[in-house]
């Protein structure tokens, strides 16, 4: 079973920047693509950003030039720095971490959802 632990989010004024971090644990043999989504009051689920193991990434077009993801493998953990905040960046940030565990000597693909952290942006 795999785990993911969400920090950084919080209140901060329009312009103002946040970095998220997530944090994978478990049984983690493998790490493929690490994203971070975000959901607002009546919205549905929208990718915010993600990155591959091989360091491509990919991010929605309301954020690119303002958001950047980036990832440590050797910590298993996989960053958002957010600068730039809008009102409309409000909303809460879940991480997503899809990989391959490990356990009793069998591999199974499994993707994990990180618990959620509030991001809100007003003056």
């Known amino acids: 079973q795999v785990q993911l632990v969400e920090s950084g989010g919080g209140l901060v004024q329009p312009g103002g920047s946040l970095r998220l971090s997530c944090a994978a644990s478990?049984?983690?043999?493998?790490?493929?693509?690490m994203g971070w989504y975000r959901q607002a009051p009546g919205e549905e689920r929208e990718l915010v950003a993600k990155?591959?193991?091989?360091?491509?990434?990919h991010y929605a077009d309301s954020v690119k030039g303002r958001f950047a993801i980036s990832r440590d493998n050797a910590k298993n953990t996989v960053y958002l720095q957010m600068n730039s905040l809008k009102p409309t960046d409000t909303a809460v940030y879940y991480c997503?971490?899809?990989?391959?565990?490990?356990?009793?000597?069998?591999?199974?693909?499994?993707?994990?959802w990180g618990q959620g952290t509030q991001v809100t942006v007003s003056s």
């Open positions: 997503n971490v899809k990989g391959s565990s490990r356990s009793y000597g069998i591999v199974h693909d499994f993707a994990s």
């Open positions: 478990g049984s983690i043999f493998s790490i493929d693509v």
């Open positions: 990155i591959t193991s091989g360091s491509i990434t």
